[in-house]
């Protein structure tokens, strides 16, 4: 009996009217703030922002020198590339100047000559020069007779001067007979007014004065 009382009890223990002990009050959290920055941490962005544009003006600076070099280079190779071109041009017009000046020479000197400026002249020069003369008759090697050849005006321009005057045995290289019939020739040629006595003729000289395209229109 004594112990379905206490279990009883135990039971209606819960249910009773007395008031618990009070508890301690929850606490109470504050109201969330905004996330506003502080002035330590504002500064310590200024100088993050700094840093970082430190950073790019040495990134930007780095990429100016590259290409300053480049720039550099390149005008460095371009000047180089001048200056071998034009020594070469100034190789080709000396080398052009010494030959003109060995052709006007026609005397060739040897080791051991010894020689003064006179011999250097024009003068003394023409002396040495060579002077290609006919060495065959064409009237006898082409079988020619000189009478009927009156109008070929190349011909007699071979054996006349500029000024039309007939030329010397000597430079025509013909026989006493074939130099007398050319002389012949060009007479006649002359006193009938086809060739000119004073200047070539004008079919051959007419090159002189017209162009060819000229000419041709």
């Known amino acids: 009996m004594r112990s ?4 009883v009890l135990s039971f209606l223990r819960p249910f009773s009217s007395t008031t618990a002990v009070a508890q301690p009050p ?11 920055p502080s002035s330590t941490s504002r500064l310590q962005s ?29 005008k460095e190779r371009a000047a180089a590339g001048l200056l071998e071109k034009q020594s070469q041009i100034d190789f080709l017009k000396h080398r052009k100047i010494s030959k003109d000046y060995l052709r006007q020479m026609p005397r060739r000197w040897v080791p051991g000559d010894v020689y003064s400026p006179h011999d250097l002249s024009p003068r003394e020069m023409d002396k040495w020069r060579k002077k290609n003369q006919r060495q065959v008759d064409v009237v006898d090697l082409f079988g020619l ?11 007699i321009q071979a ?13 025509t290289a013909l026989r006493p007979v074939n130099q ?7 007479r006649r040629i002359q ?27």
């Open 4 to 7: 379905t009382s206490t279990s």
């Open 26 to 36: 929850r606490e109470t959290r504050p109201p969330a703030r905004s996330s506003t």
């Open 46 to 74: 200024i100088n993050k922002d700094r840093m970082s544009v430190g950073g790019g003006a040495k990134g930007r600076s780095a990429a100016a020198s590259t290409m300053h070099r480049l720039g550099q280079s390149y």
């Open 145 to 155: 007779r000189p009478l009927d050849m009156y109008k070929n005006f190349s011909l």
């Open 159 to 171: 054996f006349t001067t500029s000024s039309g005057q007939i030329k010397h045995s000597k430079e």
């Open 180 to 186: 007398r019939k050319v002389a012949k020739m060009i």
């Open 191 to 217: 006193g009938m007014g086809l060739y000119p006595t004073i200047h070539d003729h004008p079919e051959l000289i007419r090159s002189d004065f017209y162009h060819p395209e000229q000419r041709r229109g």
